[in-house]
């Protein structure tokens, strides 16, 4: 069953309508210009460079690549705290009718509707099959997508760097979030939550290969429970863990 999930339209800018209050589950991540690698069971972001996605390291299996989003229309129509929020949360919990995944993310029937034909429209989400109208139950087409704001159409460049943006500032949101509430969850899960920081001296390879190897690690862990609600123990959340990777000082003038 779905439980209410965080980052609707009542973490959106104040132009935005707000939901009704939710409760606050889950976090994501930041990022500025940079590609994104998301898988949409729990987002996962990868700083890299257009040419890792076309030729990804051979030396180990690789998982099978995301689909790549390049049309910035597309972009365009994704960057909405509704529609990121529908997205999550059929990511998370599965198909879902209209009225379903209102009550996750805390919005109306009508405006569910609305949202998930416009996310239909350019391939972000499909029907399930079965039921009609508000009744029939949706899910997202794909586990994830690919994008890149270091692109060199300047529409694509530019619509990649605003959605990459609304989703760090949700993910920003999440994050507080947790650390203002975490009080009202039980001891196990304060004592179990970690963050954690390192410093190390790299080369872009360097840090480029790690992070593969990290989210080549978290990728898959626990993955038939995305699929499977049966296999999820009874005090099992949705959990999101990041993985920020950046230099912290200026490049070499060479490099500049």
């Not at 365009?76 to 209209?98: D, K, W």
């Not at 529409?155 to 760097?161: D, E, K, L």
């Not at 939550?193 to 480029?208: G, I, N, Y």
């Not at 190897?213 to 038939?224: F, K, M, P, V």
Request: proline share 10%; hydrophobic share 35%; with cysteine.
């Amino acid at each position: 069953m779905c439980r209410a999930l965080i980052g609707t339209s009542r973490d959106a800018p104040k132009d935005e309508p707000e939901g009704t209050p939710i409760e606050r589950i889950v976090s994501r991540a930041i990022f500025q210009s940079v590609t994104l690698d998301i898988l949409l069971s729990i987002y996962t972001y990868r700083e890299s460079t257009i040419d890792d996605m076309d030729n990804p390291p051979d030396a180990r299996p690789q998982p099978p690549p995301l689909p790549r989003l390049s049309d910035p229309r597309a972009m365009r129509a994704l960057s909405h705290p509704v529609r990121l929020a529908l997205l999550e949360a059929l990511g998370i919990y599965g198909p879902m009718t209209a009225t379903e995944v209102g009550e996750c993310i805390g919005e109306s029937p009508t405006t569910c509707s609305f949202h998930l034909r416009q996310l239909a429209q350019y391939g972000f989400v499909e029907e399930a099959g079965g039921g009609k109208g508000r009744a029939r139950p949706w899910k997202t087409s794909a586990r994830g997508m690919s994008l890149s704001s270091e692109d060199a159409d300047p529409n694509t460049a530019v619509a990649a760097q605003a959605l990459a943006q609304l989703f760090s500032e949700r993910h920003l949101a999440r994050y507080r979030q947790w650390t203002e509430t975490r009080a009202a969850y039980p001891a196990a899960w304060r004592e179990a939550a970690t963050h954690s920081e390192f410093v190390m001296f790299m080369t872009p390879d360097e840090l480029d290969g790690l992070a593969g190897e990290l989210i080549e690690l978290l990728r898959d862990r626990y993955a038939e429970r995305r699929d499977n609600p049966s296999t999820r123990p009874a005090d099992a959340l949705p959990v999101e863990l990041l993985v920020f990777g950046y230099p912290i000082a200026p490049p070499h003038p060479k490099e500049a």
